[in-house]
DNA sequence: AATTGTTATGTTATCACATAACATAACAAA
DNA sequence: TTTGTTATGTTATGTGATAACATAACAATT
């Protein structure tokens, strides 16, 4: 993907962010915007002290708290998701319909993909149902090689 | 379970991990088989540094790395899972055939269970093949109330 | 038995990730 | 303009994990 395209989808995300926000009546407020703004521009996940450092140079008063409350509402409205097994935050690439989290994330180029798998979900929904176990998240985390680097280097 | 019960639970998967790492040329030493013995004595999930100070009790000059060391033996040997969103260890109910990583954990009693679902595997395997992932390993972890719990106050 | 390479442990310090607690400021409704 | 609520500022601390280097135990070889 071009810089400019990529851009381009920053800063539609960023839009589509501003939409859900005013829609559900909660406040995308500019030091919550600019956090997200760090994780779309950026392609791979995060910690939030990676966060700190960038939104730092646009706000010098930032401190550990000021992230993590960013975190907690993009997390709350579905914009983010956190990687459990990375200690790190990605930007979702469908906020507009929530989802459970489904991740692929390459051991070698770093790369982290969206799965959005609904057999995955659908097969995943039903053991639970079996057990009556009632589910309130759900964290799916894949490690391995992408398609991309197992071509480059077949080992 | 009575204690009876539990107890010689704990004691058998004890016998199972010495016979595991003996056909396998790996040493279950005193300090790991210690570790591993707490998780198994156990039922719910334990944090590194609880797991250190029940440990001081047997050993006074352990430290964060003792454990550590252990656990990252045991999780090798698949003796043990890391539950990722809430940074703790248990002691895995099926050693004798490892496999992939499938929690339900229970926010209100904070019991976890081992689902073990052959479906769901299938599903996620054939997921990943579809898009060329190469997994080395998998973590499925679900929040949420068991049904224990939702029976006791169906909220 | 002595040598040597390897694996395991001891020890200190530090890094990385996250939140508690309390004060102030901005906002929105009455 | 008062009042309640939500958001932010600030300091300190809690919690989880590892780097780096020294020593000891073990196992194979000579
Ligand atoms: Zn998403
Ligand atoms: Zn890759
Ligand atoms: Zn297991
Ligand atoms: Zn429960």
Same mark, same amino acid.
């Given at each position: 993907?071009?810089?400019?395209?990529?851009?381009?989808?920053?800063?539609?995300?960023?839009?589509?962010?501003?939409?859900?926000?005013?829609?559900?009546?909660?406040?995308?407020?500019?030091?919550?915007?600019?956090?997200? !703004?760090?994780?779309?521009?950026?392609?791979?996940?995060?910690?939030?002290?990676?966060?700190?450092?960038?939104?730092?140079?646009?706000?010098?008063?930032?401190?550990?708290?000021?992230?993590?409350?960013?975190? =907690?509402f993009?997390l709350e409205q579905?914009?983010?998701?956190?990687?459990?097994?990375?200690?790190?935050?990605?930007?979702?690439?469908?906020? =507009?319909?929530?989802?459970?989290?489904?991740?692929?994330?390459? *051991?070698?180029?770093? !790369?982290?993909?969206?799965? =959005?798998?609904?057999?995955?979900?659908?097969?995943?929904?039903?053991?639970?149902?079996?057990?009556?176990?009632?589910?309130?998240?759900?964290?799916? =985390?894949?490690?391995?090689?992408?398609? *991309?680097?197992? !071509?480059?280097?077949?080992?």
């Amino acid at each position: 993907m071009k810089p400019s395209t990529c851009q381009k989808n920053c800063q539609n995300a960023l839009r589509v962010a501003d939409q859900l926000c005013q829609g559900r009546g909660v406040r995308l407020t500019p030091q919550r915007r600019q956090v997200l !703004e760090i994780l779309c521009d950026h392609h791979k996940p995060m910690g939030a002290y990676d966060i700190l450092d960038l939104l730092k140079s646009e706000l010098p008063a930032a401190k550990p708290p000021t992230v993590y409350r960013a975190l =907690e509402f993009l997390l709350e409205q579905g914009l983010v998701h956190r990687l459990e097994s990375l200690n790190a935050y990605v930007s979702c690439i469908h906020p =507009e319909h929530p989802h459970a989290s489904q991740f692929l994330i390459c *051991r070698d180029c770093g !790369e982290v993909r969206e799965l =959005e798998s609904r057999s995955v979900d659908r097969t995943l929904d039903s053991a639970l149902k079996a057990c009556g176990f009632a589910a309130d998240s759900q964290v799916i =985390e894949v490690t391995g090689r992408c398609l *991309r680097c197992t !071509e480059r280097d077949p080992s």
